[in-house]
């Protein structure tokens, strides 16, 4: 059995704390928002938009709850360790898928949710959802763990030992799906500011605002994702030497 070096131990315990910052970033924002919610979205009349926000925002609360019993439990074994890898990473794909739902419907709606653009960030969606959960099913499958109760009883979790890399296609996806959303805000928040003869953003107006958060939004996710292909795409080379 392969057994993780003191190199790989330590970038563990890193991991470990990156994993937990989250859950307090994401208990912290649900606190300061949580009475826009009631306002805006509890007291409204109920529709699509409040289903996928209900599913964007608390199923994430099970992931990562999950996540931190799986870093902080001891004596974890293995079986348990997969099948709580597999929870987590479909939990994580149904996440993202809604998230990205609910911003096309915003590029579907600057758009003037036209029949051309309905078919095509339809066909976009669907396309990427399928890539998206074949690679992940293939990734999660090649995953393996060594629980280390078996190596060092004293620190939780488990250790994964590596998989085929294929995680780093499906953020490769995710990224070319966000650069071709990120595209269409831009062409129209370009076309809006030479309608409007000024290529400044109206603060006062609503259409100005929503173009510019749609646009701050996919430029975050853009950069996000292409972070964690270059990531992955490292570790798989250092696996690869090793």
Request: aromatic share 12%; charged share 15%; hydrophobic share 50%.
């Amino acid at each position: 059995m392969e057994r993780p070096t003191l190199q790989g131990l330590s970038q563990l315990r890193q991991e470990e704390f990156l994993r937990v910052s989250p859950l307090a970033l994401f208990v912290y924002d649900y606190l300061i928002t949580f009475g826009d919610e009631v306002t805006f979205i509890w007291a409204e009349p109920k529709s699509i938009g409040t289903f996928l926000y209900f599913l964007a925002r608390y199923p994430a609360f099970v992931d990562l709850v999950l996540s931190l019993y799986v870093r902080i439990t001891l004596g974890l074994p293995v079986q348990q360790c997969v099948a709580l890898d597999h929870v987590m990473g479909w939990m994580f794909l149904v996440g993202i898928a809604v998230a990205e739902i609910i911003m096309i419907m915003r590029v579907w709606s600057l758009w003037g949710r036209t029949r051309f653009m309905t078919i095509f960030l339809s066909i976009l969606t669907v396309a990427t959802l399928i890539a998206g959960v074949t690679v992940l099913g293939v990734s999660r499958e090649s995953l393996t763990f060594v629980s280390m109760r078996d190596i060092a009883p004293n620190i939780s979790g488990c250790y994964p030992l590596g998989s085929n890399g294929a995680m780093s296609v499906d953020y490769a996806i995710l990224m070319g799906f966000e650069a071709i959303t990120l595209t269409l805000t831009l062409v129209k928040c370009i076309r809006h500011s030479q309608l409007r003869g000024s290529h400044l953003i109206n603060p006062t107006s609503l259409i100005d605002l929503f173009i510019r958060d749609g646009v701050i939004y996919f430029v975050g996710l853009f950069a996000i994702s292409f972070i964690n292909v270059v990531m992955l795409m490292g570790n798989s080379q250092l696996d690869a030497i090793a």
